[in-house]
């Protein structure tokens, strides 16, 4: 089992459209999250960290279940803008942080 | 707002030959990291530099040397360039460790598109 897994996708939404996406880690004791934001042939940028009581900015949703090992990213009233990659990031401690491969949204008109 | 810059933005090797990737951040980060980007593979660490006059092994260390020249400043330098590392590299800073149990996010140069052949 992968460290961090996410799927791939893509995931094809109309505009407007709430969307979601799940990332898995293996390792129980990761203490931090993260999603970032990938556009094409670009640098990964933060888009939020995740906290345990889950957190949220605008249009962005970001939780984590602790019990079953994964974190989440809702995107709400998707605009096209939204289309790129989400990286899912995991700090295991211990010096070793895992970049998920990420997962693909195009937001169509 | 300059963040976290990469030089140079593209470069052809041929086997065997070596060259330095430069990276300098003006944010006034402790901690600096070098990536790299294989499709399907997510981003793996190569080396880190947790603070000026340290460096460690990430993941994927091999045919890899660092300097951390000063603060600003991480280099990463390939010895002899192997087709195997043609990918793209992709430096980062953040205030403070990133392994810490902080959220401190990791700020991304916009990379290195790097071809060996």
């Known amino acids: 089992r992968k460290e961090v897994e996410q799927d791939p996708g893509p995931f094809n939404v109309p505009e407007g459209a709430t969307v979601a996406f799940n990332c898995t880690y293996s390792n129980s004791a990761s203490q931090s999250f993260f999603w970032y934001r990938q556009d094409c042939r670009k640098e ?19 939780q ?15 605009k096209l ?13 211990y010096q070793k942080v895992t970049f998920g491969t990420g997962t693909k949204l195009q937001v169509i008109p | 707002n300059a963040g976290v810059t990469q030089t140079p933005k593209f470069q052809v090797l041929k086997t065997g030959q070596s060259m330095t ?29 947790a603070s000026e006059g340290t460096t460690d092994k990430g993941e994927v260390p091999n045919g890899y040397n660092v300097s951390r020249l000063n603060k600003r400043e991480f280099s990463l330098r390939l010895e002899s360039a192997a087709p195997s ?33």
């Open chain 1, 81 to 93: 803008s939204d289309s790129a990659t989400y990286l899912c990031v995991v700090n295991e401690g």
């Open chain 1, 64 to 78: 984590l279940n602790r019990a079953s090992q994964y974190i989440s990213l809702l995107i709400r009233d998707s």
């Open chain 1, 44 to 62: 990964p940028k933060l888009l939020m960290s995740v906290y345990s009581s889950g957190n949220e900015d605008g249009r962005f949703t970001a």
């Open chain 2, 85 to 117: 590392q043609t990918s793209v590299y992709f430096c980062a800073s953040s205030g403070i460790p990133f392994f810490g149990t902080e959220n401190q996010p990791q700020h991304f140069g916009d990379g290195t598109r790097l071809s060996i052949l």
């Open chain 2, 21 to 49: 990737l430069q990276c300098a951040q003006d944010m006034n980060h402790n901690s600096m990291y070098w990536y790299r980007q294989d499709p399907g593979m997510g981003l793996r660490l190569i080396y880190y530099s």
